[in-house]
């Protein structure tokens, strides 16, 4: 099926004027990128919140985590 297509958009090709090419190329690129950016969605991730799903965490070792990894805040 798409080399059947490709072979239809071949022939078209020889019959479309050398000046308008360059168009041609434009509408089949942002066409293109159209069909990219509708195939590819990117998840949004805003926060870590509900990533441990109930689990509890004693904030006491919480805090020393975050000041080992972040000495220069206080907490």
């Known amino acids: 099926m798409d080399s059947t297509y490709k072979n239809i958009l071949m022939k078209e090709m020889e019959n ?4 308008m090419l360059p ?3 434009q509408i089949l690129h942002i ?3 159209q069909n990219i ?3 590819k ?3 949004v991730r805003n926060s870590l919140k509900g990533i441990w799903k109930g689990s509890n965490i004693k904030e006491q070792l919480f805090s020393e985590a975050k000041k080992s990894i ?3 805040e206080t907490a």
């Open 16 to 19: 479309i004027p050398e000046e």
């Open 23 to 25: 168009d041609v190329y």
């Open 31 to 33: 066409l293109k990128k």
């Open 37 to 39: 950016k509708k195939g």
């Open 41 to 43: 969605k990117k998840a």
């Open 70 to 72: 972040f000495p220069y």
